[in-house]
């Protein structure tokens, strides 16, 4: 059975082929103070989808973000967005192995979650910039490969 080797990873051969919004709700009471926010509460996810035979990858990256503040009651959005990539050397990278199930080169994985992530980041930055929402900017984090 081939094995996946890991040195072939190469982001020459990985494309951005498109992006979506799929969900967008923002929710903010109607007599809400921006000024009295102290800070964003977050949570985020990435999820990942091989296409080992057609070369594609979709990650969906779903976030909401939360006011904390003095208002009686908070604002909140949730937005969901999906990444379609292609990865022209993909069968040296991913081996498919029971149904639902492949063996994916981490190197491929990682590069495909930090690119989704930065990308939202530029996407939240303009579609949050005309709400209560315009001081968030998704942080950045740090990158690790499993070991």
């Not at 989704?116 to 950045?140: C, E, M, Q, Y």
């Amino acid at each position: 059975m081939k094995k996946i080797d890991v040195n072939k990873f190469d982001a020459d051969k990985l494309h951005f082929l498109s992006f979506k919004t799929i969900e967008e709700n923002v929710s903010v009471p109607e007599f809400f103070n921006e000024n009295l926010i102290n800070e964003f509460d977050t949570t985020n996810k990435v999820d990942i989808a091989f296409n080992i035979e057609q070369k594609l990858i979709r990650a969906q990256f779903d976030i909401e973000v939360a006011t904390i503040s003095a208002n009686e009651k908070e604002a909140k959005t949730n937005l969901k967005f999906v990444f379609i990539f292609k990865c022209d050397n993909m069968e040296e990278l991913a081996k498919a192995q029971q149904k639902d199930a492949a063996e994916i080169d981490a190197n491929l994985g990682f590069a495909v979650s930090a690119i989704s992530h930065s990308t939202a980041r530029g996407i939240l930055l303009v579609k949050l910039s005309d709400n209560v929402f315009s001081d968030f900017i998704l942080p950045i984090v740090k990158p690790k490969l499993p070991e």
